[in-house]
């Protein structure tokens, strides 16, 4: 039931969690794009321009902290992080960053695929309610 208008930046430098999460959410019919370190993801965040951004916090360049806030400074956009930092103190640190949901590795595709669902139908409200 994803519509293709839902575009979705997934940053992980792991190449096998990007690949997984990238053809899953594609067959779930978002337009999806990818990214292995920060520059590349904030290049591709500008031109993209997602409704939600998909962020591991270990990058070889840059700390997904960082990165959600420079992505948050230039256009807001709803941020889910996905990280094996599964600290109590790391999750608070992630939301008082920007992030609006917090899934720790290992993780359940099933399970991402409803927290996607449920943060842009967050943002499609959003949206409609700026629009009356």
């Keep these: 039931m994803a519509q293709a208008h839902n575009k979705i930046l997934v940053v992980d430098d792991e ?5 997984l999460v ?5 067959k779930q019919g978002y337009q999806v794009e990818s990214a292995g370190d ?3 993801a904030m290049a591709t965040f500008a031109q993209f321009r997602p409704n939600l951004v998909i962020l591991d916090l270990n990058l070889p360049d840059t700390s997904g902290y960082r990165l ?3 992505m948050q400074a230039q256009h807001p956009v709803f941020v889910l992080m996905l990280t094996s930092r599964s600290d109590e103190i790391d999750r608070i640190q992630g939301f008082s960053q920007g ?3 917090y899934i720790t590795k290992p993780f359940s ?3 991402l695929d409803r ?3 449920m943060i842009l139908a967050s943002a499609s409200v959003q949206e ?3 629009k009356n």
């Design 15 to 19: 190449v096998a969690t990007r690949t």
């Design 22 to 26: 990238y053809r899953y959410l594609t």
């Design 38 to 40: 920060g520059v590349n």
């Design 68 to 70: 959600c806030q420079e």
């Design 99 to 101: 992030a609006d949901d």
């Design 109 to 111: 595709l099933v399970e």
């Design 115 to 117: 927290r996607v669902k």
């Design 128 to 130: 409609s309610g700026r």
